[in-house]
């Protein structure tokens, strides 16, 4: 007999209807995927989850989605014993926003395989529990200096849906990932969906940035009127501002690439005018799809 891909929980479908919006609903969807520049869509997943007061409606059979080979979970081994296991999962939890508001999230590991059935499954999520709008987040390694405001590229299925604002990108070819195929499709069915992608340095891609996080969280605020307490990684943004100093002191080779994204940025702040663009003020197209393979090689190795 075939598994079924998802699972629901009565009980918590049950508050759903009691407690969700009379109109369409909010879903965000925030996973451990094979591009996340700093962490992103992580940070946002556990900090939603810390204020949420999370209640599990659905949870995904990982086992149908998860290439364990290529993507392994860690252990813990200790002395003569195994302690714990970063257990793979992929769950849909109710959760509220600081003024009690309830919305859904999806989080966990981002599917390896079955990439349609899974989309197709996240749909039948979508029509069942009344969603109008799926939000999504990561990072993406970019050409920029930490000591400038992080900036973002939203995209989505709709024009209307996206803020008015200039994006650096051209039209350039990457490596698919199930989020990105999850808008494609939802915009194929004619529903509203919106990611941010925000522009982590990609100097830092690899660590855990709480600034990307927080930038994050104020794009998915403006988009879906929620309330989702950025502020409440003050703490831990602050902790990596001084690692991060800490590190630029020890490398005078990083500094002086941080010194010229820093005047890369301020030079285009300066002037946006298409001249930019033209002199090569602006990373082209193909430098950005360079760094892009450069943050996919180091996660290979990794």
Do not use: C
């Not at 204020?51 to 990982?62: H, K, M, S």
């Not at 993406?140 to 849906?161: C, D, N, S």
């Not at 990083?254 to 298409?274: F, I, M, N, P």
């Amino acid at each position: 007999m075939e598994r079924p891909m998802v699972t629901w929980d009565p009980d918590g479908v049950e508050r759903w209807a009691r407690e969700a919006p009379s109109d369409s609903a909010v879903m965000v969807h925030s996973l451990r995927g094979f591009i996340d520049a700093g962490k992103t869509g992580l940070l946002v997943a556990e900090h939603l989850l810390e204020i949420g007061e999370p209640v599990r409606l659905a949870t995904f059979d990982i086992d149908q989605l998860l290439d364990y080979r290529s993507r392994r979970p860690e252990m813990t081994f200790s002395v003569n014993e195994w302690t714990s296991y970063d257990e793979p999962h992929l769950v849909l939890d109710m959760v509220h926003d600081a003024e009690g508001s309830p919305y859904l999230l999806l989080h966990g590991f981002e599917p390896d395989i079955q990439w349609e059935g899974y989309i197709r499954a996240v749909r039948d999520i979508a029509d069942r529990l009344r969603v109008g709008l799926t939000l999504g987040t990561h990072g993406i390694p970019m050409a920029a200096p930490h000591t400038r405001p992080l900036g973002v590229t939203v995209h989505g299925t709709r024009q209307e849906l996206l803020p008015d604002q200039p994006s650096p990108f051209g039209t350039i070819t990457v490596p698919a990932s199930a989020q990105n195929l999850l808008e494609y499709r939802f915009g194929q069915w004619d529903r509203d969906v919106v990611n941010v992608a925000v522009h982590v340095p990609h100097y830092l891609g690899q660590s855990s940035y709480p600034q990307a996080a927080q930038r994050a969280l104020l794009s998915l605020e403006d988009l879906s009127g929620l309330a989702l307490q950025p502020h409440g990684l003050d703490a831990v943004a602050a902790e990596a501002d001084d690692e991060i100093e800490r590190q630029l002191g020890e490398s005078e080779e990083v500094v002086a690439v941080v010194k010229a994204l820093e005047e890369q940025y301020d030079e285009y702040q300066e002037s946006r005018d298409d001249q930019m663009l033209r002199d090569g003020m602006l990373p082209s197209a193909d430098e950005l799809g360079e760094e892009f393979e450069k943050y996919l090689r180091q996660q290979r190795r990794d």
